[in-house]
């Protein structure tokens, strides 16, 4: 019977979540409720993605995974770092025109921080039910009652009819900040108040145009992959977990109070799965 030999690889990532494996190493609960503490201390801030204290738990981690006899994979920095979308936010420059009377931003109309930048000139379609859309509306600009939760999803079905922007209105009034989180949607989206809906609405086949700016703003962040072992075997075991959390909350972070900015502590998501797989290291 051959012996086999394999290299413990460990990953802990930021923003990316690896599967975990497992390989023993005794820890008492006093190292779990240590790395779990700091983690997830209020001077953490939350971990947010590119924060200075997302790097700073990153040389934690580093820094016990050392103490345990592991050593970076890729040269001699255990931190890997790679640049990513920290926040979407729409810049200066959006209009919005219905002939050649230019409509107020923040007034008349918002912009989705989710859109895209682009510049259109298309007609209005007033589209009632997204499931029974009139006739050819390839490359025109919809018109639809809905609030701002519902058109991620309304926007992949208008766009997949050939629509080019959406214009959406409520009962409430426009709302929203520049900001928004990192996702995006395929086609711009504005919010427009229930009087200019009243507007493109009674001159029907009219058209507009549509400018959009948004910008994605980039952050830097970094991964902690170390080994155990040697990397010359042929056979390796993986064990990750990601260590930042929201920050402070706010919106577009995935709190589920957007509204309140406070210290997001994350010792659940994921203080714990760190120290549960630095023990299974």
Do not use: W
Request: charged share 25%; net charge positive; hydrophobic share 40%.
């Amino acid at each position: 019977m051959k012996n086999k030999f394999c290299s413990i690889l460990f990953v802990l990532t930021s923003i990316t979540f690896v599967p975990i494996f497992a390989q023993t190493t005794q820890k008492g609960d006093e190292d779990l409720v240590k790395i779990i503490s700091f983690l997830a201390d209020d001077k953490m801030k939350g971990r947010e993605s590119g924060s200075k204290e997302d790097k700073e738990a990153a040389r934690y981690i580093a820094f016990e995974l050392k103490k345990i006899g592991f050593k970076p994979l890729i040269g001699d920095d255990p931190l890997v770092h790679f640049e990513f979308t920290l926040y979407r936010e729409v810049g200066f420059g959006s209009k919005f025109k219905t002939g050649k009377i230019s409509k107020l931003e923040g007034k008349d109309f918002l912009v989705v921080p989710e859109s895209p930048s682009a510049q259109i000139t298309a007609k209005i379609v007033y589209i009632t039910h997204i499931d029974s859309i009139p006739g050819n509306v390839s490359g025109k600009v919809a018109i639809i009652k809905c609030t701002k939760d519902s058109i991620p999803f309304k926007v992949t079905l208008l766009k997949d009819k050939g629509i080019s922007a959406v214009l959406f209105f409520s009962n409430e009034e426009i709302s929203g900040g520049r900001r928004g989180g990192t996702n995006s949607i395929s086609i711009p989206a504005l919010q427009i108040t229930s009087a200019l809906a009243a507007e493109l609405l009674s001159t029907p086949e009219s058209e507009v145009f549509i400018k959009t700016v948004v910008n994605s703003v980039k952050g830097r962040s970094q991964n902690v992959i170390m080994q155990l072992g040697e990397s010359k075997f042929s056979n390796s075991i993986l064990i990750g977990a990601h260590y930042d959390h929201i920050g402070i909350g706010g919106k577009g972070s995935g709190s589920m109070a957007p509204k309140m900015s406070e210290v997001h502590n994350g010792a659940d998501d994921n203080a714990s799965g760190v120290a549960a797989t630095i023990e299974i290291g």
